[in-house]
C-alpha cells in the first residue's frame, strides 16, 4: 500500500511539490496557506481526482502559492486530528493554521481552484489595505479592515495594533469606526485570556455607547 502510494505522489511531485510530514509542512508554512490532501492507496475516488483536479493547470498554479502536504491514510495519523472519514478530502488552513475550507475531492477543477484561492487572495488584500496604509497612515477604513481581515485568521496580535490605530487616532470618531475598534479591543483581550481586562473594557463600551 505503500508503495502505491509512493508511486502516486511520484506522478505528481514534479509538479506540486508535495511535502509527506505534516508537523514539517506546517512549520515551512512561513506565511502561505496550508493544502491538506488526505488520500487512500487504492480509492478509485482517489486516483481520479489525482489524474484530473489535481493536474489541472491552474490549481497547480495556485499550489505553488501554498504549501501542499500529502497524507496517505496508510502512514498519516493527521486523519484522525483533522476528523477526517471519506477520502479523498481537502483542508486549505489559513497562514494562522485555522481550517479556512474543507471540500471533498472530487470537485470539479474549477470549484478546487476557487476555494484555494480563497485562501491565498486574503493574503492579496491584506498586502493591498498595508500599502494603503503606508501611503495614508489615518486611511481608518483601511485599518478596520485590516483588522476584520486579521481577526477572521485569529492574528491577534496584528488585529489589536489596527484597532488601537483607529482608537488613537480618531478619538472623536468621525470615521464611525471607533466603537468597531473599541469592540475588537475587547473582544481581542479576551481571546488573549485577560477576562477581567475584557469585562472592564466592554463595560466601558456600553457606557460610552448605550
Known amino acids: 500500500v505503500r508503495a502505491a502510494a509512493r508511486e502516486a505522489l511520484g506522478r505528481l511531485n514534479g509538479v506540486i511539490g508535495w511535502e509527506t510530514d505534516l508537523e514539517k509542512g506546517l512549520a515551512s508554512a512561513a506565511g502561505k496557506p496550508a493544502f491538506l490532501y488526505f488520500r487512500r492507496s487504492g480509492s478509485p475516488l482517489c486516483q481520479s481526482f489525482e489524474k484530473g483536479a489535481l493536474l489541472d493547470e491552474k490549481v497547480i498554479d495556485a499550489l505553488q502559492r501554498c504549501v501542499a502536504v500529502w497524507l496517505d491514510?496508510?502512514?498519516?495519523?493527521?486523519?484522525?486530528?483533522?476528523?477526517?472519514?471519506?477520502?479523498?478530502?481537502?483542508?486549505?488552513?489559513?497562514?494562522?493554521?485555522?481550517?479556512?475550507?474543507?471540500?471533498?475531492?472530487?470537485l470539479p477543477p474549477e470549484e478546487l481552484l476557487g476555494a484555494i484561492l480563497n485562501a491565498v487572495e486574503k493574503d492579496r488584500v491584506a498586502s493591498r489595505l498595508e500599502?494603503?496604509?503606508?501611503?495614508?497612515?489615518?486611511?481608518?477604513?483601511?485599518?478596520?479592515?485590516?483588522?476584520?481581515?486579521?481577526?477572521?485568521?485569529e492574528q491577534w496580535g496584528k488585529a489589536k495594533e489596527m484597532a488601537?490605530?483607529?482608537?488613537?487616532?480618531?478619538?472623536?470618531?468621525?470615521?464611525?469606526?471607533?466603537?468597531?475598534?473599541?469592540?475588537?479591543g475587547a473582544y481581542i483581550v479576551g481571546r488573549l485570556g485577560d477576562y477581567a481586562a475584557s469585562l472592564s473594557e466592554f463595560a466601558a463600551l456600553l457606557d460610552r455607547y448605550p
Not at 488601537?164 to 475588537?184: K, V
Request: charged share 25%; net charge negative; proline share 6%.
Open 73 to 106: 491514510a496508510a502512514a498519516a495519523p493527521a486523519f484522525a486530528r483533522w476528523s477526517v472519514g471519506e477520502v479523498p478530502v481537502v483542508v486549505i488552513l489559513s497562514p494562522a493554521g485555522r481550517e479556512e475550507s474543507r471540500v471533498k475531492g472530487g
Open 131 to 153: 500599502s494603503r496604509l503606508e501611503k495614508a497612515p489615518r486611511d481608518w477604513e483601511s485599518a478596520w479592515q485590516l483588522a476584520a481581515l486579521y481577526l477572521d485568521q
Open 164 to 184: 488601537g490605530r483607529i482608537i488613537a487616532g480618531d478619538p472623536d470618531n468621525l470615521s464611525t469606526l471607533l466603537d468597531n475598534a473599541l469592540f475588537a
